[in-house]
């Protein structure tokens, strides 16, 4: 970082002072010949546009890997729902009841809490209840199979909770809000002062564009709490089927949690 600005300084020095001294013995032109101010904000356009694109796409891909993990995680959580009809009556209804609980958990409390970037502890009390669970298949067939269905769940959730964060870090939003500043105010300087309406209007329009890219990088890199967001649709998919294989064998009553994932009290 040090040596990027001092080698920027070095050029921009050395820039200036070959226009003091070496110019006039190189070229012939006049002194008040040379590039004007518009020929120098083409550039700058291009590059106010190419940042943007570049961060664009950065903060794509870290939505596309929250709504990847999301998916993910619920495709494992059915895994796991589905596994567990191989299980004992007893273990069965214990992993199915705590997969609809950790549903709930998710869905209702840590969804919201993403947001701002949060995860929520609520979930966290069901997965370790599936584990319990899980010491006492030890040994049998299906041991296996529950233990990587919930790995695997363990992973996308580990993920989702990773992509709830910003990836583009503040100071570069407000670098490229700077720059941005910076490319409309210089179109402007170089419109014609009369009879300029046309350009007015192009103006205005580049600069909304260039807004809205810059608004859609900032929401798009919060999958989980902007306008276009990653919605729980997939964990509540897999809630209801849950819900309903293990009515199959007991009560609603039955279930150790609330509607909110949070454990029943007694």
């Excluded at 891909?61 to 929250?66: D, E, L, N, R, T």
């Excluded at 949060?118 to 298949?137: E, I, K, M, Q």
């Excluded at 859609?216 to 209801?240: H, M, W, Y």
Aim: charged share 20%; hydrophobic share 45%.
């Amino acid at each position: 970082m040090v040596i990027a600005i001092v080698v920027a300084a070095l050029a921009l020095i050395a820039g200036i002072a070959a226009n003091r001294y070496l110019r006039p013995r190189l070229l012939t032109e006049d002194d008040d010949t040379g590039m004007a101010v518009k020929d120098l904000v083409g550039p700058l356009l291009t590059l106010t546009v190419l940042l943007l694109a570049f961060v664009l796409v950065t903060a794509n891909g870290s939505y596309g890997k929250a709504e990847v993990a999301s998916r993910g995680e619920a495709r494992a959580l059915d895994q796991l729902v589905e596994t567990a009809e191989y299980a004992p009556a007893k273990q069965r209804a214990a992993v199915q009841a705590d997969a609809v609980c950790y549903a709930r958990a998710v869905r209702t409390q840590e969804w919201p809490a993403m947001a701002d970037g949060n995860g929520s502890a609520a979930p966290s009390v069901w997965s370790t209840d599936l584990r319990h669970t899980f010491r006492a298949l030890e040994g049998e067939p299906v041991f296996g199979m529950l233990v990587s269905a919930d790995h695997k769940r363990s992973e996308e959730r580990e993920e989702r909770l990773t992509q709830a964060t910003a990836s583009i870090p503040g100071a570069i939003l407000w670098f490229l809000l700077a720059v941005l500043a910076v490319t409309v105010a210089a179109l402007g300087l170089c419109l014609p002062r009369k009879h300029n309406r046309g350009q007015l209007a192009a103006l205005t329009l580049v600069t909304v564009m260039l807004t809205a890219t810059l608004c859609i990088i900032r929401d798009v890199d919060r999958p989980f709490g902007g306008i276009i967001d990653v919605q729980p649709t997939a964990i509540s998919d897999v809630e209801k089927q849950a819900t309903r294989d293990f009515l199959a064998h007991s009560e609603l009553s039955d279930l150790p949690c609330d509607k909110k994932g949070n454990r029943a009290t007694q």
